[in-house]
């Protein structure tokens, strides 16, 4: 009877440890009811810095039209920091800075809309923004008000000049008590373990400082994030940052970072400029199929299944039972790698757009061989 008892006690303790350690992401998790897959879109920030304008923003708009990226996913069109003027107006209420946005926010917000796109901003959880201007700390309820009123979608939620998890929970609530659908980005640079905070909180959040246009940085960036695959899911995702293809990645580079960011199930925000993007680089962004694996409504992150010497495999279960893998190859020669899926009945090769028949190729230095397997 004690046998049983103590027996009963300690299945009791298993299956509680059990439920604990599956669940890697808090309760409740925040439900806005937006990011069901990751956000896609644009950022000023990678290619431009401070240096943001309302004709920056609709002529980016433009082109995201005319290149077909609007229609590839990319809809959000979202405008960092900087567009502030440096006070806020006589009522408290921020206000764009005239020079760069002569006409205001909600112009520009009717704009995109116009264009069938969704606007996107930025503010700070502190005192000021990193570029010097007035941050929302002690100001949610009323900021969040203005950027509703103005018809802003998405809100990118900076962590400089503050500090704690409390700052991100006031705006959360500010943003809700609007009643306007607003994506809730956290931008906290991956401090105070955000991941496994962040989707009670927000709909995705930064899981490093700034990403950089170069292949070491693009490296720490995915190392850093491929280990918190775990918290990412529907209406909450790990944020490695902006993409920089079409920044001084080679082509091969920024291929890699698409099919990475797919794999993590990571917001696809362009960071290029794309009135200048070359053909390529739009090409790229636009491939349907890698988009579909970032986008897959199942919204579990990929994982490391191999890696050895800085050649790596990763897979990421897809709905319906298909499988995505990707060879990436770090290191500064070319490299034979393969990958065996069990059941596998049909292997689409996504890069070069053909059906193959196996998971082999010869992967180039910093390069990427992507694929998608249907199974039994
Ligand atoms: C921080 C953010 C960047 C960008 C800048 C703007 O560094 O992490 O993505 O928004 O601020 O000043």
């Excluded at 899981?207 to 990412?232: E, N, Q």
Aim: aromatic share 8%; hydrophobic share 40%; with cysteine.
């Amino acid at each position: 009877m004690v046998t049983v008892r103590r027996a009963g006690a300690l299945l009791f303790v298993l299956a509680l440890l059990g439920v604990l350690g599956a669940s890697a992401v808090p309760s409740p998790r925040f439900d806005n009811g937006l990011a069901l897959t990751p956000p896609m879109g644009w950022n000023d920030y990678n290619a431009f810095g401070l240096d943001v304008s309302e004709t920056l923003i609709e002529r980016t708009a433009d082109r995201m039209v005319e290149t077909g990226l609007r229609d590839a996913g990319y809809v959000y069109v979202n405008i960092d920091d900087a567009w502030m003027a440096k006070a806020r107006d006589a009522d408290g209420r921020l206000q764009a800075d005239p020079e760069r946005f002569p006409h205001g926010i909600k112009a520009v917000a009717d704009y995109v809309h116009g264009k069938g796109m969704r606007l996107g901003i930025y503010e700070s959880a502190g005192t000021e923004t990193c570029g010097g201007y007035p941050g929302s700390l002690g100001h949610e309820r009323q900021d969040a008000r203005t950027f509703a009123d103005w018809g802003v979608d998405y809100l990118k939620y900076d962590t400089c000049n503050g500090s704690g998890v409390q700052r991100y929970a006031a705006m959360r609530d500010a943003l809700e008590n609007t009643g306007r659908p607003i994506v809730y980005s956290i931008c906290n640079w991956g401090a105070d373990r955000v991941w496994a905070w962040g989707s009670g909180y927000g709909n995705l959040w930064r899981t490093t400082p700034d990403i950089a246009p170069t292949f070491a940085s693009l490296l720490d960036v995915f190392h850093a994030t491929v280990r918190r695959s775990g918290y990412a899911g529907p209406g909450g995702w790990n944020d490695p940052d902006m993409l920089e293809v079409g920044n001084g990645l080679t082509r091969t580079e920024g291929r890699a970072e698409l099919s990475l960011w797919a794999m993590l199930a990571a917001p696809l925000i362009a960071g290029a400029d794309l009135t200048k993007a070359d053909d390529g680089t739009v090409a790229d962004l636009q491939n349907a199929a890698v988009i579909a694996v970032d986008q897959d409504p199942l919204g579990r992150a990929g994982t490391v299944v191999a890696s050895h010497d800085g050649l790596d495999v990763l897979t990421r279960p897809l709905a319906g039972g298909d499988v995505a893998v990707l060879l990436f190859n770090e290191t500064g020669a070319d490299a034979d790698m393969g990958w065996s899926v069990p059941g596998a009945t049909a292997v689409h090769d996504l890069w070069a757009g053909t059906t193959v028949a196996a998971i082999r190729a010869r992967v180039p230095a910093h390069g990427v061989a992507m694929y998608r397997v249907s199974r039994q």
